[in-house]
């Protein structure tokens, strides 16, 4: 069954209090290094380490502290709290995966991630090789997109043999949400097969489409550029694999934020994917249009729901900015919408599928 659902600006207002009612536990934080082949033709200094983020329930003497992006003493993004290797809870606790978007980074999307630890899941988030806002952002991360996959593997193989959080975790509940060029590493990782002349045949036609267009974490890259990369020596074996079956076995759930490049995928493709989706996006968004990536994908999902938010922008799903962010970042930290309430309606579509999906009885 196919559904679709507008979000008015009512359920925008009602988001932050479902969450501000009693109090939460503990976020505990953990990182770790997983490695992939594949991050070694991405990544700028060719390593094939895969950083990751562990968020998870931590025991109730957790120490909390700030979570933030930027220099030291003048932060950029305020994302949240969390207490640092602390204890994880007893329990089974569900896993999630999560995929950034372009130039952004796991702890960019701690907003979200350290919601869902609150919420009863282990969230696993990784810094993609080449295409993070931590390392020089190469062409080769760029076109090499459904690589993307092989990081959340590694990831989640090695969160499963850490002798902390191991024993805690139940890997067989899992679910994965991806934001932006996240959203199409999701899908991938949930059965979909991407088309690489198919995206480019539409870039070619719709140019100044936001996903072919020069993005503003990296304007010098423009389409030309990569497309004359991919055919290069080195790329050009990896570019002929896009095709393969990459899904990450045993995702019951999928949550995409945004998600953008959906037009490298067949009708055919979407359609393999048969856990539930659910897909929130904003009405202002340019860089994902809608009409071309999250429409189309409530379209063809098989279990998909769509939620449209009014007012709300692309970057609007990123951390929120602080008074130096506005000053500095620009682009990234204008928006139209509350940015607060714009994560609550995420955080609770989120909960809602993943509670759903991923249910101890289920």
């Known amino acids: 069954m196919r559904m679709t659902a507008r979000c008015c600006a009512a359920l925008l207002a009602l988001c932050l209090p479902l969450f501000a009612a009693g109090a939460v536990p503990p976020v505990g ?50 994302v949240g709290t969390a207490a640092a290797d602390a204890a994880i809870a007893k329990g089974r606790w569900p896993v999630l995966l999560i995929s950034h978007g372009n130039g952004g980074s796991a702890r960019m999307m701690g907003w979200f991630g350290t919601a869902m630890a609150r919420a009863g899941y282990v969230v696993i988030a990784v810094d993609h090789p080449g295409n993070d806002g931590v390392d020089p952002m190469t062409e080769a991360a760029s076109i090499l997109m459904w690589n993307r996959v092989d990081d959340l593997a590694a990831a989640l193989a090695a969160v499963q043999a850490d002798p902390v959080l191991a024993a805690e975790i139940d890997a067989t509940r899992l679910g994965i949400a991806g934001y932006s060029a996240g959203g199409f590493t999701a899908l991938v990782a949930a059965g979909a097969r991407p088309d690489v002349k198919r995206l480019l045949a539409f870039c070619r036609a719709y140019p100044a489409d936001g996903v072919c267009a020069p993005q503003a974490e990296n304007p010098a890259l423009t389409l030309a550029r990569r497309m004359a990369a991919a055919d290069t020596p080195e790329l050009a074996p990896w570019v002929a694999k896009a095709g393969e079956d990459r899904a990450i076995p045993g995702v019951d759930a999928v949550f995409l934020i945004a998600p953008a490049m959906v037009q490298a995928f067949a009708p055919e493709e979407l359609e393999k994917v048969t856990p539930p989706v659910s897909i929130i996006v904003g009405a202002a968004d340019t860089v994902a249009s809608p009409a071309t990536n999250s429409d189309v994908a409530a379209s063809a999902l098989p279990k998909a729901t769509l939620t449209t938010l009014p007012a709300v922008g692309h970057y609007d799903f990123l951390s929120s900015c602080t008074a130096l962010g506005q000053t500095r970042v620009g682009a990234l930290c204008q928006v139209a919408a509350d940015k607060q309430a714009t994560h609550g309606a995420a955080i609770t579509e989120a909960t809602a599928l993943f509670d759903a999906a991923l249910s101890a009885t289920r």
């Open 29 to 78: 934080e953990r990182h770790g290094v997983a490695h992939t082949p594949s991050a070694a033709v991405r990544d700028a200094d060719h390593r094939d380490n895969v950083r990751y983020t562990v968020w998870y329930p931590a025991q109730p003497d957790a120490q909390e502290t700030a979570l933030t992006i930027g220099p030291p003493g003048a932060p950029l993004f305020e």
